[in-house]
């Protein structure tokens, strides 16, 4: 095996995501990847002891991208509530139907005290949503509540896209949109 220079984790990650995306989670090993590298089967584990550590370390860099993607919809530019909750939801479903494995690894473990490093980076995202409900309308009610069906919502029209179970009428960002419209409307009738 050939002496390896340069960012051997960032290469990991990057190689994982691909086997990933292309042959599911079950596909994902340390010695495989190490093969596909050209280092090593003992490389990988001066930065993931495990299979698992890696899975964690996956999960961890999705919430990252995926909190970049929701940070620029919910910023305070001018818009208005609705329209950054849209904007919100849109960037949601467009992370999660482009990258399904990846979401799928993301939310696997996110609560298993093993793994505080993906909890924390799970967080950061709901922060980020939870920042948005709580300055946007009042009459949304509790904002946990509310971001946690609009979340249950939007990932269940992801996993439904990613699976093939809408109808070809239903766009992914249609529905996303019409979940949103239709949240506000009920809280807001209550």
Known sequence: MAYHHGNLRTELLARAETVLADSGVDALSLRSLAR??????????RHFPDRQAL??????????RLGDRLRGAVSDDGRGFEERLTDTALAY???ATAHPALLEVMYA????????????ASDACAGLLLGLFA??????????RFG???LAGL?????????????PAHS???LAVDLVRRLLRGSRAD
């Open 36 to 45: 596909d590298l050209g280092v090593s089967h003992a490389a990988p584990a």
């Open 55 to 64: 899975l964690d370390a996956l999960a961890v860099e999705g919430f990252g």
């Open 93 to 95: 479903v467009r992370f």
């Open 109 to 120: 473990r996110k609560h298993d005290e093993r793994a505080p490093e993906v909890r924390a």
């Open 135 to 144: 300055g946007g309308d009042a009459s949304l009610g509790d904002p946990e």
């Open 148 to 150: 946690v069906v609009l």
């Open 155 to 167: 990932h269940g029209i992801a996993v439904l896209a990613g699976s093939g179970a809408l109808p």
């Open 172 to 174: 992914v960002e249609d």
